[in-house]
């Protein structure tokens, strides 16, 4: 829950800073109250703590902490595929990482990307191709494991989750986009899987597919994901834009992000996680947020000095691209 503390500090802070720009007190004060009721009347609770406890930190099975593969283990086995989720169970994962998307005939499948290209043997966008032009695809075209994996289908949500439940594996659901498809969707999935209320969770950058989830379903465990500097910049530190207007005003607008989310959106949206890059944690940063009972779980952690400094240091869980070795960093 947010401190009292925290509660003045922030509306003290909009009070102050409606009062600077309108150089009205009263005009402030009525605005900071409108702020302070629509969040009192529209914010969600979060799940019970041992209900999230029960997704975010499962079992391990050497004791450690959780150890989530990446869309399946993007280097393992060909992303987003039933292979992928297979090898993450064989490895050693606690759970799996999956991405949401939908075909022109609104079936929910994996797929992180909006085009087929970079996976499959195909091309185009996924919501203007048909599931059944879709599954003739070879999801292991790409992949440095293709001979391994060759003929390697696009699985459809349902099919997905059935594999993980069949290899005991926790479910990241991350939603791009769509919320109230979305939404709907996933909520019929838990309904089919009642299963899945403690075993998965929904997670996504945009704050209004969070709150869209929980106003469709309160009892599912839901998460932001988060990563400073979003707007402006690649993933890799380069900027998004080589004007230097642009660099400023999305600079301001990272910011405005990056505040919004540590003070305001985790707790309109009762989230009981957030999924945070892994160059921005510490174990000041874990602290912040276990003082508000949400969880940490930093991504992509790629390397073994970094699971080390993850296990053993911050204690927390991770997502990872492989379980196997070392690979190049994502974004």
């Known amino acids: 829950m947010l401190q009292i503390?925290?509660?003045?500090?922030?509306?003290?802070a909009v009070f102050l800073l409606v009062m600077l720009g309108t150089r009205s007190a009263t005009g402030a004060s009525l605005l900071t109250a409108f702020l302070y009721v629509f969040m009192v009347m529209f914010r969600f609770p979060p799940v019970p703590a041992d209900q999230a406890?029960?997704?975010?930190?499962?079992?391990?099975?050497s004791g450690g902490v959780p150890v989530?593969?990446?869309?399946?283990?993007?280097?393992?086995?060909?992303?987003?595929?039933?292979a992928a989720i297979r090898e993450a169970s064989r490895n050693g994962a606690t759970g799996v990482e999956l991405d949401l998307g939908f075909t022109a005939d609104g079936v929910p499948v994996l797929m992180h990307d909006e085009t087929v290209d970079r996976t499959t043997n195909g091309s185009g966008p996924v919501n203007k191709i048909q599931f059944v032009q879709l599954r003739r695809l070879d999801a292991a075209a790409r992949h440095r494991l293709r001979e391994r994996f060759s003929g390697e289908k696009v699985p459809t949500l349902q099919e997905a989750v059935e594999e993980c439940i069949r290899h005991q594996l926790t479910i990241f659901f991350d939603v791009k986009g769509q919320p109230e498809k979305a939404a709907y969707v996933l909520h019929e999935m838990y309904k089919k899987f009642p299963v899945?209320?403690?075993?998965?969770?929904?997670?996504?950058?945009?704050?209004?597919?969070?709150?869209?989830?929980r106003q469709t379903d309160?009892?599912?465990?839901?998460?932001?994901?988060?990563?400073?500097?979003?707007l402006s910049r690649f993933g890799d530190g380069t900027p998004r834009t080589l004007s230097s207007w642009g660099q400023?005003?999305?600079?301001?607008?990272?910011?405005?992000?990056?505040?919004?989310?540590?003070?305001?959106?985790w707790k309109l949206c009762g989230v009981s996680a957030i999924l945070v890059q892994k160059d921005f944690i510490s174990q000041d940063y874990v602290q912040y947020w276990a003082e508000r009972e949400v969880e940490v779980v930093g991504w992509t952690v790629n390397t073994a000095v970094e699971k080390d400094f993850y296990q053993n240091l911050l204690n927390i869980g991770f997502i990872t691209d492989s379980l196997l070795e070392d690979c190049d960093p994502h974004y």
């Open 196 to 213: 899945l209320y403690n075993t998965s969770m929904v997670s996504s950058f945009e704050p209004k597919v969070i709150y869209k989830m």
């Open 248 to 265: 400023l005003w999305t600079g301001v607008l990272d910011v405005l992000l990056d505040w919004a989310h540590h003070h305001i959106l």
């Open 68 to 82: 989530v593969a990446h869309r399946g283990g993007s280097h393992d086995a060909p992303e987003n595929t039933l």
């Open 53 to 61: 406890g029960r997704v975010l930190r499962p079992r391990a099975p």
């Open 218 to 230: 309160p009892n599912v465990v839901t998460a932001l994901i988060h990563r400073p500097w979003r």
């Open 5 to 12: 503390g925290d509660e003045v500090v922030y509306f003290s």
